[in-house]
């Protein structure tokens, strides 16, 4: 079984920065992609970055862009997304996971199959 351990969430103030990170402590995946989703209180899981194996493809959803940076250390085996200007609407809990595929193949749930556990991430004043 895959373990994904995500872990960095917290209260910030809007404005404020965060760089969660997710490990993958048992099997490395340095051959993965790794994508970021979240779900926000009660609205649905939505992606909002992925990078390919060798770092060199990344991908983002409109409403972080510019403001998040995924990225990928994978001697340490650990995926990181730095959270900059982060808003009210940021809230949410961030998961990690690999896709089924070899590469990132956008948004859709279905296309996920190991997921962690999830880290709260709070932007309020």
């Known amino acids: 079984q895959l373990q994904l351990v995500e872990s960095g969430g917290a209260l910030v103030r809007p404005g404020g920065l965060l760089n969660p990170s997710c490990g993958f402590p048992?099997?490395?995946?340095?051959?993965?992609?790794i994508a970021w989703f979240r779900r926000p209180p009660g609205r649905e899981r939505e992606g909002i970055s992925c990078i390919s194996a060798s770092s060199g493809i990344t991908n983002y959803a409109d409403s972080v862009k510019g403001r998040f940076t995924i990225s990928r250390d994978n001697a340490n085996r650990t995926v990181y997304l730095q959270m900059n200007s982060l808003k009210p609407e940021d809230t949410a809990v961030y998961y990690c996971?690999?896709?089924?595929?070899?590469?990132?193949?956008?948004?859709?749930?279905?296309?996920?199959?190991?997921w962690g556990q999830g880290t709260q991430v709070t932007v309020s004043s």
């Open positions: 996971s690999t896709p089924r595929r070899y590469y990132c193949p956008g948004s859709r749930i279905e296309d996920y199959h190991y």
């Open positions: 048992a099997v490395p995946l340095d051959f993965m992609p």
